[in-house]
Nanobody, 126 residues
Framework: QVQLVESGGGLVQAGGSLRLSCAAS????????MGWFRQAPGKEREFVVA????????YYADSVKGRFTISRDSAKNTMYLQMNSLKPEDTAIYYC???????????????????WGQGTQVTVSS
C-alpha cells in the first residue's frame, strides 16, 4: 500500500502559476501509474493528467494541455503538477491518485485508481 499527501494548493489570480506536490510513502512511487484529478463543487471528479510507471508517457485532458505539466521524481518519491496560465475554471480540489494494476499503461477513470490523497484546494480568482 502507498500513502499519498498533496500540497501546494492555494489562492492565485488568473494567469498565475502553482506547483502541486504529491508525496508518497510506504511504497516506491515508481511501481505505480499516477494521475491527477480535480473536483469542483457540485461536479464529479474530473481527470486532469496521468503518467505511466516509467515517466516516459503522459496523458493530458484537453482542458489543461499546454498549461499543466506532470512529472515524477523517483529519488524524492514525489509527483508534481506544474500549473501555468491558471483560469478561474481550474478552481477545484486537486487529488493525486495511484494504482499498480496490471494491464494499464495509463488510466483516466476514477474507478481505475486505488489510492488517493486527501486533496489540496486550488482557487483561481478573476
Amino acid at each position: 500500500q502507498v500513502q499519498l499527501v498533496e500540497s501546494g494548493g492555494g489562492l492565485v489570480q488568473a494567469g498565475g502559476s502553482l506547483r502541486l506536490s504529491c508525496a508518497a510513502s510506504g511504497r516506491p512511487l515508481s511501481s505505480y501509474v499516477m494521475g491527477w484529478f480535480r473536483q469542483a463543487p457540485g461536479k464529479e471528479r474530473e481527470f486532469v493528467v496521468a503518467i505511466n510507471r516509467s515517466g516516459g508517457s503522459t496523458y493530458y485532458a484537453d482542458s489543461v494541455k499546454g498549461r499543466f505539466t506532470i512529472s515524477r521524481d523517483s529519488a524524492k518519491n514525489t509527483m508534481y503538477l506544474q500549473m501555468n496560465s491558471l483560469k478561474p475554471e481550474d478552481t477545484a480540489i486537486y487529488y493525486c491518485a495511484a494504482h499498480n494494476r496490471i494491464g494499464y499503461n495509463y488510466s483516466t477513470r476514477v474507478s481505475q485508481y486505488d489510492y488517493w490523497g486527501q486533496g489540496t484546494q486550488v482557487t483561481v480568482s478573476s
